[in-house]
């Protein structure tokens, strides 16, 4: 295993690269079993082949020249590990599956990577693969699918190998990556196999697109800023949960959300919302951390136009206390596509002497670009 003492500068964090191989995956299709799942070992009697570890491997050859930004988290043997130590990424063992691996597995890989907050789930395998993961993360990773499996029904998977490294590649370059939701779909085996088709809905998973700009508007002109920002503030407010603590943060875009709520704001200071009343303007320190500490909270935050600073300069009052308690997955960032294309792809930067914090603020986080729409973007350490 390649060891991590070769780390780059603090400034370019790694990217926490999810890695997961079914290697079971697609063995009953060339001996005609229409799928894996339950009939492995029969497809493995009748001489099929495995699917999954070419294609894996040929995603992971792709991304050689980033190796040195990278940081695989696998389980070990073929699930991943093999490959990525073959090819010399810096791994990490996340799961040991037994001598034959299975659906639980899958779950229990899928589940340690979600806790080690990785910044996308690279998985190789078919729908029931993703079916499997889906389960343990839910919509709290973003997953991206390799198609190795007999039935690919689900809409998380990649065209093919190349066009999921040139979506990781384009992560790792900093460019806009849209997020969408994809559906979870799967059939069953035993069923087909008696000639009927029954498909079930299982679920919805995150997963990135290629976010080009002109893709992602309904028009070819610039944006219009005041129109995006009550797009904005429409899907922020359309996600405030009953009886959550949102903390709103300075600035003309976070404004917006307090105006639509009919709210006054304070622009350069943090006010405190709950179910729809302002229950602290302008609030320091103590007070946010009063406030955080009786339930749960998110925080509405939008980067510095032009430095991209978004956390320790001019909102100091979000204290560590504070942030531990929001969390990288309470923290709502949001900002128009002008503004993250003004960065020229230079992460979102944090200021904040707590070295832990941090590092686990640091990854992919999801900016709200405008109604129904999210893009990836890197968090970063100020240098």
């Known amino acids: 295993m390649k060891p991590l003492s070769d780390s780059p500068p603090p400034s370019v964090p790694r990217f926490r690269l999810g890695f997961l191989v079914n290697p079971l995956a697609g063995l009953g299709g060339t001996v005609a079993l229409k799928g894996s799942d339950g009939v492995a070992g029969l497809a493995l009697a009748r001489g099929a082949q495995p699917q999954a570890e070419a294609r894996a491997r040929a995603v992971l050859a792709e991304l050689l020249p980033w190796r040195d930004r990278l940081q695989v988290l696998t389980a070990a043997g073929s699930m991943g590990a093999d490959i990525a130590c073959e090819l010399g990424f810096a791994t990490e063992i996340v799961h040991t599956p037994g001598a034959v691996t299975g659906a639980a597995d899958t779950e229990a890989t899928a589940a340690a990577l979600r806790a080690r907050q990785v910044d996308l789930l690279l998985f190789a395998g078919g729908d029931g ?37 040139e979506i990781v590649k384009l992560m790792l370059e900093g460019g806009l990556v849209l997020i969408d939701t994809a559906e979870v779909r799967d059939i069953d085996e035993a069923a087909l196999r008696e000639g009927r088709l029954a498909a079930r809905w299982y679920g919805e998973m995150k997963v990135p697109a290629e976010g080009r700009y002109l893709q992602q508007v309904k028009c070819n002109g610039p944006e219009v800023e005041a ?151 890197r968090l970063a350490p100020h240098a």
């Not at 993360?137 to 190998?161: C, D, I, Q, R, W």
């Not at 320190?285 to 509405?300: D, H, N, Q, S």
């Not at 930067?349 to 992919?364: Q, V």
């Open 129 to 165: 693969t993703a079916r499997d993961i889906c389960r343990s993360v839910g919509l709290e990773v973003p997953v991206l699918g390799l198609p190795a499996g007999v039935k690919m029904h689900s809409g998380v998977f990649a065209v093919t190998p190349r066009a999921a490294a």
């Open 227 to 377: 129109l995006v920002l009550q797009e904005i503030a429409a899907e922020v407010i359309e996600h405030m949960e009953p009886g959550v603590t949102w903390l709103i943060g300075p600035g003309t875009t976070t404004a917006a959300v307090m105006t639509a709520l009919g709210l006054p704001h304070t622009l350069l200071g943090v006010d405190v919302v709950r179910d729809g009343v302002r229950v602290a303007a302008d609030a320091d320190a103590a007070t946010l951390e009063r406030l955080t500490a009786e339930g749960e909270c998110r925080l509405v935050l939008t980067a510095t136009g032009g430095q991209g600073m978004l956390l320790g300069r001019g909102n100091q009052q979000l204290t560590p206390e504070v942030l531990r308690r929001v969390g990288r997955g309470g923290l709502v960032v949001i900002a128009t596509l002008d503004k993250l294309r003004a960065l020229g792809g230079r992460p979102l930067l944090m200021d904040i002497p707590d070295a832990a914090l941090a590092e686990a603020l640091t990854g992919f986080v999801e900016v709200v670009t405008g109604y129904r729409s999210r893009m990836l973007y």
